[in-house]
């Protein structure tokens, strides 16, 4: 819901009231007469670059102002809640957006800010039910698995706004907002019905997958009625928090410049139409997704069977994920006007991305599985300022001139951000379990056994063979 707005801004700004630069600039690509024509069909709203750039990050605005609360929520009363609830409310303003955004731009601003307010719960929410449904050496698969469902989306979402802003169904563009709020309902209804705290609760799981995952996270997950307090100070002095937090703001930097602005440099710089623009725009999550995927397996292999350590195994990934980004980066900045070569690079580039999942991504749970939620809360409200910032930055450093070298500039000064966050993440980073995790850490805290045998049987407390188990 989040994604649809970068397409359907290109059906929503009337770009010839904008002055642009003169498109007979030996540093302008030119325009066929087909694509040229089939772009013709200009929006309602004369928002200059800046304004775009405004509207896309607004959004993140509200996004990185409830992360934090999100996962200690989560950690209080339950992921599946707070999920839930980030996703319902989310949808509804989804289906207002086109209302508000014919009213005004104030008013369209402001309704995503609360937009990114509702979802900026959803992923501390799931990195805390990870915390309790995932086995350690499963980790890396569960989250890419996870994770990789939201690029999916971007897959569908992207070429999906793209027919419907071309279209005239419901309007064209509000078309985008209408079918994906209602889509985000549904899911909820669905979602209502199946979720639940931990795996102990559910009803449809066996006995034997309960004892399973209770058994793997015995000597990392405290499970008593307790609620643990959350050791600040800790975190904030802990050197691979700050090295994973940094790799996740680097890796978002590059995901927002291209998940927000890519649509409209092939619009506006490859002269593609809107439909191709799309469809493209889709290409690198479809890879992404792929290489998602295959690298937590490969990741939870290489651990599972000794072939490299926890630390390793991450860093190795994140490395892959971000370094070769920055160098498919800046051979985009030698392709000029060759259309296919430079989207066969931004492909490329978004796709190896999906590598740093099996990276920084599951660090927050090697390192204090009892306070993921609060971790990933901390860290995706930093890495999460890029989504205003780099829209931001773009806007201003194109500014009404759409050549190659104001965007060689943008994808350069990308690269050299995700090469320096990696490198960080590098030398800071750790992947064993915090002392802080456990429940006996902290003074204020009765000591406290993680996972026994004892509260394993919660799992089957209803079973009369707990007693023997």
């Known amino acids: 819901m989040r994604v649809n707005l970068s397409v359907a801004i290109v059906a929503m700004v009337n770009s010839s009231a904008i002055p642009h630069v003169n498109s007979t600039d030996s540093n302008v ?15 309602e709203f004369a928002w200059t670059e800046a304004e775009q750039g405004m509207i896309l990050g607004s959004f993140f605005w509200g996004y990185i102002s409830t992360n934090i609360l999100g996962g200690i929520i989560a950690e209080m009363y339950g992921g599946h809640i707070v999920l839930g609830m980030g996703i319902g409310i989310t949808s509804l303003l989804t289906l207002l957006t086109p209302v508000a955004a014919y009213l005004s731009t104030e008013l369209f601003i402001a309704l995503r800010v609360a937009e990114g307010m509702s979802e900026g719960v959803t992923y501390p929410a799931m990195m805390s039910l990870m915390a309790s449904w995932t086995p350690p050496l499963e980790r890396s698969q569960a989250i890419t698995l996870i994770f990789a ?3 999916f989306g971007t897959v569908i979402s992207m070429p999906v706004s793209g027919y419907l802003s071309a279209s005239a169904w419901l309007g064209g563009w509000p078309a985008c907002f209408y079918c994906f709020g209602a889509l985000g309902l549904l899911w909820l209804i669905v979602w209502a019905a199946a979720a639940t705290r931990t795996p102990e609760s559910h009803p449809w799981m066996s006995v034997e997958e309960k004892l399973y995952i209770a058994s ?3 000597q ?6 307790a609620r643990l307090s959350v050791p600040w100070r800790s975190i904030f002095t802990s050197m691979p928090f700050h090295a994973t937090a940094v790799a996740h703001m680097a890796s978002a930097w590059l995901f927002y410049v291209l998940l927000t602005e890519l649509p409209t440099y092939l619009d506006h710089v490859l002269h593609f139409s809107l439909k191709q623009d799309a469809v493209v725009s889709s290409l690198p999550y479809i890879f992404m997704w792929v290489t998602s995927v295959s690298c937590g397996l490969l990741c939870d292999h290489l651990i599972s069977s000794a072939r490299l350590s926890t630390t390793s195994a991450r860093k190795l990934f994140s490395s892959i994920g971000l370094i070769g980004p920055a160098v498919l980066l800046l051979g985009v900045t030698y392709t000029g006007c060759n259309a296919v070569l430079s989207v066969s690079l931004l492909t490329a580039a978004v796709g190896v991305n999906g590598a740093a999942n099996s990276g920084f991504g599951c660090s927050y749970l090697d390192l204090a599985p009892n306070f993921a939620g609060t971790l990933m809360g901390l860290s995706n409200t930093l890495a999460n300022t890029s989504g205003f910032l780099a829209p931001m930055m773009v806007g201003a450093l194109i500014s009404g001139q759409e050549t190659l070298d104001r965007w060689r500039l943008v994808f350069i000064i990308t690269a050299v951000i995700i090469v320096a966050g990696n490198l ?8 064993e379990v915090q002392p802080w995790n456990a429940p006996s850490y902290r003074a204020d805290t009765r000591p406290a056994e993680l996972v026994d045998a004892e509260e394993v049987c919660i799992v089957c407390s209803h079973d009369s063979n707990c007693s023997d188990t």
């Open 149 to 151: 469902g939201g690029y």
């Open 216 to 218: 793997s996270l015995q």
């Open 424 to 431: 960080f993440y590098v030398i800071f980073y750790t992947g």
């Open 220 to 225: 990392q997950l405290h499970r008593t009625n």
């Open 29 to 43: 690509c030119p325009a066929s007469v087909t694509n040229a024509s089939s772009n013709g069909n200009d929006g």
